[in-house]
């Protein structure tokens, strides 16, 4: 059965510094992989995905992430963060190719920033 | 803004009792996933819709069900409510073609609180 890891509960960083968030995942093949961010309150917003080809995909609000076949990852990073970016952040995979659709989460990586 | 909304955004409710959460999809999605998301937990996987059928379920009672229309719009239904069912209750919406599902994206979530 497929799986996701997030190692870290709770990380606290300070405004203007870099970021990265774990996420591994057990799956029979390669699967599609996401990462989410949920505000207090909110529904889930995609941040990024990665289907095929480029393993470094770019996503929005200046996220970068990297799959690592060898690794079983997908790590999530950013050189500078802002308070804004304080939220909750859930690596998910998906099965590729038609069939039951589902999204499998990780159990959320909070993120704190401090002036 | 992802174009998915789903109502009411909070609903109590009392144990034994039934209730119906609504979604409205991305216009064009033929697909609707339901998760739930317990307090600190990442989402679960109730079941998806793909064209009005069910299309693959989680590991949630017959008590959960679901309905699709062909109107882009959708319903979880929940009969017998208990008090775990207490959860933010997400809906998504996708695309899926012969080459699998394109993204999922996600409404605001029902928050349900079962006294």
């Known amino acids: 059965a497929q799986s996701v890891t997030q190692p870290d509960i709770h990380i606290t960083v300070s405004e203007g510094a870099s970021l990265e968030l774990r996420c591994n995942y057990s799956y029979g093949a390669t699967p599609y992989l996401f990462w989410y961010v949920q505000s207090p309150g909110q529904g889930l917003q995609l941040l990024l995905k990665?289907?095929?080809?480029?393993?470094l995909v770019q996503g929005i609000k200046g996220f970068e992430a990297e799959f690592k076949r060898s690794q079983s990852s997908f790590n999530l990073r950013k050189p500078s963060v802002h308070w804004s970016d304080a939220a909750e952040y859930f690596c998910?995979?998906?099965?590729?190719?038609?069939?039951?659709?589902?999204?499998?989460f990780g159990t959320g990586t909070r993120l704190t920033i401090i002036p | 803004e992802t174009g998915v909304t789903q109502s009411p955004t909070h609903l109590i409710k009392t144990r034994g009792q039934q209730v119906t959460l609504r979604c409205s999809s991305q216009?064009?999605?033929?697909?609707v996933s339901w998760y739930q998301q317990a307090l600190g937990q990442g989402p679960q996987f109730i079941f998806q819709y793909y064209r009005e059928e069910e299309n693959g379920r989680g590991n949630f009672p017959p008590r959960f069900s679901g309905l699709q229309f062909p109107n882009y719009s959708s319903e979880l239904n929940v009969n017998a409510l208990e008090l775990d069912d207490s959860a933010l209750y997400l809906c998504a919406s996708s695309l899926v073609g012969r080459g699998g599902q394109e993204t999922q994206y996600f409404g605001p979530g029902t928050r349900l609180l079962v006294l």
């Open positions: 216009s064009g999605h033929n697909t």
């Open positions: 990665y289907f095929s080809g480029d393993t």
């Open positions: 998910a995979v998906g099965p590729v190719g038609f069939g039951n659709e589902k999204l499998t």
